[in-house]
């Protein structure tokens, strides 16, 4: 936790020397058009034509990685919390979650195809699909593991099921449901990626891809950089934003008791 | 007409063998409006149970409970009960001021009055200058303490606790038990509090209930006609102080 904090200079120092050994011995014609110098990849980033086509690329990925991460977070939370509660519900879904679970999701998006047509529908809602499950598991788990005495302090002071679940449930299980929102970020961002990849008309999959077929490796690369600046982007600003919502919890780790 | 009514109450709990445990055979008593009364008991006698049982947490096999002559069958409004696991009981991602608001926000309050209590509440239970600390930051005395003053911040009619002082320190422990007895007199509240500690069921109480061992019935119902108000030193040094603590002792060691 603390070391991500730290200016890893070694490590940084490792990278550059990789991506400066990829130069040279690209540089030397050691290998092929398709492997071009890192220095390529960085200039077809600097090209007024990439870079406005890049940016809007972006903005279609980021928009339809939102969509589908906050639906997904929005629905999984619920369904979690029904059946975290009931034990009724979960009996009755367990079947479906246990067969649907381990399905890799990208095998939905053929089905989505066919539902739903090509066309950002049918990417948010493999988006959804894929990002939900480690939300709506992890949520289960937060409501199962909810204590008896906390729930019995909300009734004593008059609260009902729905205040209860609000101000006790929700609050008590919210390290588990970020536990989830964070192995669902990046699971997001693949499928976002990948189905533009198989059938989108734009974003960042589709750029990646478009140019590899357009023999563009330079560009490619470009995009491949850009994707995965975005990752990065959103992994920080995600905890950041964790640290801030549980700060109440870090001290509770460090003793132990969490 | 009594405030609380506790009428043949008996609670078995089902084992795991298929053989129940009765962990409370049959007890009665009643407490009046403003009234102080102790349970006194030893551990595991049922305590626990019978306040879940009164509180409406717990459904009694047997018997009745009664608060203003409702029958209780769910949580009753005006009254709280202060769990003996305190620490699980505090909401670790409310501050010590969020997690006393809370009792006020529970009745409808809220704003600039609400936190003015809440905070005179704190100081009473002697946490001034802990207000924003979260209940890891405290220790179990402390965290005791902020579940006492969530309580009473409620401002319930009855109050239930559970040996609200198990975790604190002699020195606090004094200190707490005459705040809590100034509380007492000035809200008015009726306070029903379990403990194993006979000596401070004596201090804080009107009457003393003594429990034998499970299954737990009412033994003896001890008056304590000890002069208000109580003093740590002189009414604990009184002859009839130690008389009556010898025979609460005689008593809970003969049922056991
Ligand atoms: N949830 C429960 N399930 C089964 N047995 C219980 C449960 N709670 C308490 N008991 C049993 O009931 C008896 C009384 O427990 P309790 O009310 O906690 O006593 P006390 O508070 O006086 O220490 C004990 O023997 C205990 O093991
Ligand atoms: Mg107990």
């Known amino acids: 936790m603390r070391a991500d904090r730290r200016f890893n200079l070694a490590g940084l120092g490792v990278f550059a020397a990789l991506l400066l050994l990829w130069e040279l011995y690209s540089r030397a014609g050691g290998v092929e058009s398709y492997l071009p110098p890192p220095s390529a990849a960085l200039k077809a980033l600097t090209e007024p034509n990439v870079a406005r086509a890049l940016f809007g690329h972006l903005a279609g990925t980021l928009g339809r990685f939102l969509g589908g991460y906050l639906l997904a977070a929005a629905l999984a939370v619920a369904a979690g919390v029904v059946l975290g509660y009931s034990r009724f519900a979960y009996s009755v879904s367990e079947v479906i979650i246990e067969l649907l679970r381990p399905m890799p999701s990208v095998a939905i998006i053929p089905v989505a195809i066919l539902c739903l047509g090509i066309g950002d529908a049918m990417m948010i809602a493999v988006t959804i699909y894929a990002a939900a499950w480690p939300i709506l598991l992890n949520t289960i788990d937060g409501v199962r593991n909810l204590d008896r005495t906390l729930v019995d302090t909300g009734r004593t002071f008059g609260l009902g099921r729905v205040k209860i679940l609000w101000q006790v449930a929700l609050p008590a299980a919210a390290p588990y449901i970020a536990t989830g929102l964070r192995v669902s970020l990046p699971i997001a961002l693949i499928l976002v990626t990948t189905s533009e990849m198989v059938a989108g008309v734009n974003g960042l999959g589709f750029f990646i891809l478009d140019e590899e077929r357009s023999l563009r490796p330079a560009n490619m690369y470009a995009g491949i950089v850009v994707v995965a600046l975005l990752g990065y982007a959103l992994n920080r600003l995600f905890v950041a934003v964790e640290a801030r919502a549980l700060a109440w919890k870090r001290g509770l780790q460090a003793k132990g008791e969490a | ?256």
């Open chain 2, 1 to 256: 007409m009594p405030l609380l009514e506790v009428d043949a109450l008996c609670k078995s709990y089902d084992g795991s063998a298929g053989a129940a445990t009765l962990a409370i055979e049959n007890i009665s008593f009643n407490v009046e409006r403003g009234e102080f009364v102790a349970l006194v008991g030893p551990s595991g006698c049922g305590k626990t149970t019978l306040l879940m049982c009164i509180a409406g947490l717990a459904a009694p096999s047997g018997g009745r409970v009664a608060v203003k002559s409702q029958l209780v069958d769910r949580p009753p409004p005006d009254l709280v009960l202060v769990f003996q696991e305190y620490n699980r009981s505090l909401f670790a991602w409310r501050s010590v001021l969020g997690n006393v608001l809370f009792g006020l926000e529970a009745k409808g309050r809220g704003g600039k009055a609400a936190d003015e209590r809440a905070r005179r509440l704190i100081g009473l239970v002697g946490l001034e200058g802990f207000e924003r600390h979260y209940p890891w930051q405290l220790s179990g005395g402390m965290q005791q303490r902020v579940a006492i003053a969530r309580a009473l911040a409620y401002e319930p009619e009855v109050l239930l606790m559970d040996e609200p002082f198990g975790s604190v320190d002699a020195m606090t422990r004094l200190e707490l038990e005459d705040a809590l007895l100034a509380i007492w007199k000035e809200l008015g509240t009726t306070i029903l509090l379990v403990t194993h500690d006979i000596e401070e069921a004596i201090y804080l109480s009107d009457r003393v209930h003594v429990l034998a061992r499970r299954p737990s019935r009412v033994v003896e119902t001890v008056a304590i006609p000890l002069p208000r108000p109580r003093h740590q030193v002189t009414t604990r040094a009184e002859p009839s102080f130690m008389e009556l603590r010898n025979r609460i002792y005689r008593r809970i060691a003969d049922a056991g």
